[in-house]
């Protein structure tokens, strides 16, 4: 019986050997290292300036306190979180080739992605559903989306990003870790931390896409059936001055739900074989690096509301 417990006390220690994770980063940057790397602490800097101003537009100018910048300004929180979640140890692997974390500080990582990300999806829904009613039901559009409305949902999207970000931790937290402990990734996501454990993760991986598909497929359902309505209303309209102006308050939101869902639909529904690693990577650097830095460039220079409220703030007295 003492052999048994030995054995099994050795197995035990044996499965859970990995307490630090090396993330390799990108390869092939031999040559590009120090331009890539200024490169993406200029596109940092942007994202972080992007959506602070946003922010701060949106706290000091009176013109901006209604529904949609007060989504806005979520988003740019979800983008602020999300980017400096990712590229500061992007920036070490750059440098050095490599980047090495403890296993904690990696599902720390995971855990901040998992809720910037899922919120951000279910923020989108909630957008598209602001602008169902503003084109759609304008007359109502106040009584409707209200201050009591925009703060509830707020805090209902950050409780189940919060919610869903638990359950990752939960389930990887009862994981066996034994290696290897190289994740030939820049960031900790789930798959590969999945591909460091000896535990059987079958199960683990039927429960994972039955969250996915509720926090990800039902706000794309929302956001799908609230355009849908959209366009048949603008097309009812005669002139064509005013479809154009109905359009053009959707066109911005509609470009962000294609940057995000088109490169997360192909990252974790379409299968990346091993010799795509290279792809698959790419894409997630679009939607961790490249669209936090695109979505204030997209709502600010295609929006005259921000523009006079950057000009009213920066220039008072003109």
Not at 275 to 290: A, G
Not at 296 to 305: A, F, G, Q, S, V
């Amino acid at each position: 019986m003492e052999t048994i417990h030995n054995l099994e006390y050795a197995e035990a220690k044996l499965t859970n050997n990995v307490t630090s994770i090396i993330l390799l980063g990108l390869s092939n940057l031999q040559n590009y290292k120090i331009p890539f790397f200024l490169l993406l602490v200029l596109v940092y800097c942007g994202t972080i300036s992007g959506n602070l101003l946003i922010i701060t537009l949106y706290l000091l100018s009176k013109t901006l306190k209604c529904p949609m910048y007060f989504f806005i300004t979520q988003l740019s929180i979800f983008d602020i979180l999300l980017t400096t979640d990712i590229v500061p140890i992007l920036l070490q692997t750059i440098l050095y080739g490599e980047s090495m974390m403890t296993l904690i500080g990696c599902i720390i990582q995971f855990s901040i992605f998992v809720i910037s990300d899922c919120s951000e999806c279910l923020l989108l829904s909630v957008m598209s559903y602001d602008r169902y009613v503003a084109v759609c039901n304008p007359l109502r559009y106040h009584s409707i989306m209200n201050h009591r409305f925009c703060v509830t949902s707020a805090n209902i999207i950050w409780l189940v990003g919060f919610l869903v970000m638990l359950m990752y931790v939960i389930t990887i937290y009862n994981l066996h870790f034994c290696g290897p402990h190289i994740i030939d990734h820049f960031y900790c996501d789930f798959k590969p931390i999945m591909q460091l454990s000896c535990s059987d993760t079958t199960i683990i991986y039927i429960e994972i896409f039955i969250i996915g598909i509720l926090n990800g497929f039902c706000p794309f359902i929302i956001i799908v059936t609230s355009y849908v309505y959209i366009v048949t209303t603008v097309l009812k309209i005669s002139s064509t001055t005013g479809r154009h102006k109905a359009f053009s308050t959707c066109s911005s939101h509609l470009i962000v739900v294609s940057l995000l869902y088109g490169t997360l639909l192909i990252v974790y529904l379409f299968p990346i074989r091993e010799k795509s690693l290279t792809l698959s990577k790419v894409l997630s650097l679009s939607y961790t690096v490249l669209t936090p830095l695109l979505n204030p460039i997209i709502y600010t220079l295609r929006n005259k509301d921000f523009k006079e409220a950057l000009h009213k703030i920066t220039f008072p007295l003109i």
